[in-house]
């Protein structure tokens, strides 16, 4: 089957957002209103009403065929802010388990007048593929697909460096571990890169960080000390056993060793270097508890700021899909 470019896919005519499937492609202009609205958003949190009613009316289903807690619940938590009725599908229960095909249970969806779908899977490219034949009226939101892309997580984190670090020119960023199997990372190097940053390395054993992350734009690095040297920000990642089909790794303890976020490594990096890291950690495998729970980590402030950014993208995409409706209708 034919599939269309998700950049081109995700922009209605005026290149505003109607899906958000991917960071590729997106402009600065674009990537800097979305920070700008979460900045906004984030206020509002600390207000004891926490409601404006831009998505009121609107029903968003979360779709989510592999597990989440975090992204699931903040989802949820931004979407309900926004004002709009929420349903949370849980596949495992659902119709599709009893032998209809995800094609007929998202038509249904549609037959219910949905009008987004926040959608994880463990197959790349499957929000793009339901945004192009399923449900095209219906605005895709990508909650992380296989090892594509996980737009939203990368959102929240430049929104967590921004605040931290003011700006993103001159930084230099270090993404460490797993990331042969990490949408985040992916995600994560279209953002940085289009935002400005002077460095983002990648770090990691040769298994886990091929060199052709290098043509992406990407610093390679196989040593934790040259990775972590004069950087402001570092990013940890787990290793996603899930998704190894093989074994790259000698043993959890021997990557611990070289390249565990320990006290003593975390000195290489800048003294105000920020630790992030999109969760779930796993403490003594790739981050020390005392650097996760430490003064330099930032890593619940990511969850704080992935409801705000959350809503800036729910709302824009809702706004931009109800406005290529309308030019559809009038023509
Ligand atoms: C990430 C994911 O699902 O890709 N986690 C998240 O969204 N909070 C990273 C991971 O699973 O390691």
Same mark, same amino acid.
């Given at each position: 089957? %034919?599939?269309?470019?998700?950049?081109?896919?995700?922009?209605n005519d005026q290149g505003q957002l109607k899906h958000f499937l991917t960071l590729d492609g997106l402009s600065k202009n674009i990537l800097?209103?979305?920070?700008? $609205?979460?900045?906004?958003?984030?206020? %509002?949190?600390?207000?004891? +009403?926490?409601?404006?009613p831009l =998505?009121?009316?609107?029903?968003? +289903?979360? =779709?989510?065929?592999?597990?989440?807690?975090?992204? $699931?619940?903040?989802?949820? =938590?931004?979407?309900?802010r926004l004002s709009a009725d929420v349903i949370n599908l849980n596949i495992e229960t659902s119709a599709t388990s009893k032998g209809e095909s995800l094609l007929d249970t998202l038509k249904n969806l549609e037959a219910m007048q949905s009008d987004m779908f926040i959608v994880r899977h463990s197959d790349s490219g499957a929000p793009h593929f339901i945004a192009e034949h399923c449900t095209p009226n219906v605005a895709i939101i990508n909650a992380g697909d296989g090892r594509h892309a996980h737009p939203t997580q990368a959102m929240l984190d430049m929104l967590t460096i921004r605040r931290h670090k003011g700006q993103f020119e001159g930084l230099k960023v270090a993404v460490v571990g797993d990331i042969l199997h990490s949408r985040v990372a992916r995600s994560q190097l279209h953002a940085l890169t289009t935002l400005g940053v002077e460095e983002v390395r990648f770090v990691g054993p040769k298994t886990l960080v091929p060199e052709y992350f290098a043509e992406l734009g990407a610093t390679i690095c196989h040593d934790l000390r040259a990775g972590l040297?004069? +950087?402001? +920000?570092?990013? %940890?990642?787990?290793?996603?056993?899930?998704? %190894?089909?093989?074994? =790259?790794?000698?043993s959890e303890s021997e990557f611990y060793r070289l390249y565990g976020l320990t006290k003593e490594s975390l000195a290489w990096a800048k003294p105000d270097a920020i630790v992030m890291h999109p969760g779930p950690i796993n403490r003594g495998v790739e981050i020390a508890s005392e650097v996760a729970d430490g003064e330099q980590s930032v890593i619940l402030n990511q969850v704080t700021n992935g409801i705000a950014v959350r809503m800036a993208v729910l709302s824009m995409a809702m706004s931009g899909q109800m406005q290529a409706q309308q030019q559809e209708g009038g023509e």
């Open positions: 089957m %034919m599939r269309s470019d998700p950049r081109a896919l995700q922009l800097t209103e979305i920070l700008d $609205r979460a900045e906004s958003f984030l206020s %509002m949190g600390e207000q004891s +009403v926490k409601k404006v =998505l009121r009316g609107k029903t968003v +289903v979360n =779709l989510f065929f592999e597990n989440s807690t975090r992204t $699931r619940t903040t989802f949820e =938590l931004a979407a309900k040297d004069d +950087v402001d +920000v570092i990013v %940890m990642l787990r290793l996603q056993k899930e998704r %190894m089909a093989g074994a =790259l790794l000698p």
